[in-house]
Structures are given as structure tokens and as C-alpha cells.
């Protein structure tokens, strides 16, 4: 029963095709739709920056693969298709330059520029004004060691 699933149905076993591959369903919607590309690479990108790099690395993998390849990509940074599949992988652990030199490709490959812009986190609490005796001694400090008033 090589390639199909089974279900139990009343203590019966009956066999059920598998549908299509979720890798090869992501790679038909990747070739066939660049917004669904642009988001998918977008995705990648910024679960990097919020410190998933597991999920960044496996969505940048899955990218590549359906996109330009690992070869082409090889070519392009002058590093082994080994390589750079390893560093994308489950344990692989790549060193910044490598990451943004990637990326920096990838964006350029797509017709694409990321851009990152400061916003404030809705959890942050509004900074409460300084209270007399905080000022206070803000101001003895600044007395003390002028240094401190640039900062």
C-alpha cells in the first residue's frame, strides 16, 4: 500500500489516497502567483527578525526551492549548493553575512526591496515624567560628572 493512507472505519482498514505533497503545493502557488512569492519571502525575513530562525531558515529553504534553486543561488554567492542547503537546514546555523547576502539576492532576483521601519510595541507603557526628587538628582549627577549630560 506504498503511497496511500489508511482509515479506520469501523475496525476497517480501507485505503485512501494521499493528496498532493504540501512542499509541491507551495511550489505551484509560488510559480503561479508573485504576491503569494512576495509574502512568502516576506514571512521568511521577518521571523527572522522576531527570533524564529528555525521557521525563517525552513521558509527561506522552501522559497529557494521553489523559486531560483540552490544552484543558481550557489553561482550567485560563490558558495556550495551543500553548503548553503546545510546552513538552511534543520541544524544549520548561519553566520549573518551569509543570511543577508541570501536575502539580499533573493529580494534582488524577485524585483524587491524590504525595508525595516521602527514601530512602537502596543504592550510598551508611555514613559511617565521624571518626578521632582528624579529630577533632582538628575541634575546633581549632571553637576558631579558633566559627561553625563549628553547622554
Do not use: C
Not at 90 to 111: C, D, H, K, T
Amino acid at each position: 500500500m506504498a503511497g496511500l493512507q489508511t482509515a479506520k472505519k469501523e475496525r476497517k482498514v480501507t485505503p485512501m489516497p494521499l493528496t498532493r505533497d504540501f512542499k509541491e503545493t507551495i511550489q505551484a502557488r509560488v510559480r503561479r502567483d508573485a504576491g503569494f512569492r512576495k509574502a512568502l519571502l516576506q514571512e521568511g525575513i521577518q521571523n527572522f527578525l522576531a527570533g524564529d530562525v528555525e521557521t525563517g531558515k525552513l521558509i527561506l529553504r522552501d522559497f529557494i526551492n521553489a523559486t531560483i534553486g540552490f544552484t543558481k543561488l550557489s553561482n550567485a554567492t560563490h558558495r556550495s549548493t551543500k553548503s548553503l542547503m546545510r546552513m538552511l537546514g534543520p541544524s544549520g546555523n548561519p553566520q549573518a553575512r551569509n543570511l543577508f547576502e541570501i536575502v539580499a539576492y533573493l529580494q534582488e532576483a524577485e524585483g524587491l526591496r524590504f525595508e525595516l521601519r521602527q514601530r512602537r510595541s502596543p504592550r510598551r507603557k508611555k514613559q511617565r515624567p521624571l518626578s521632582a526628587t528624579a529630577r533632582r538628582s538628575a541634575r546633581v549627577a549632571t553637576a558631579r560628572w558633566p559627561r553625563l549630560r549628553g547622554l
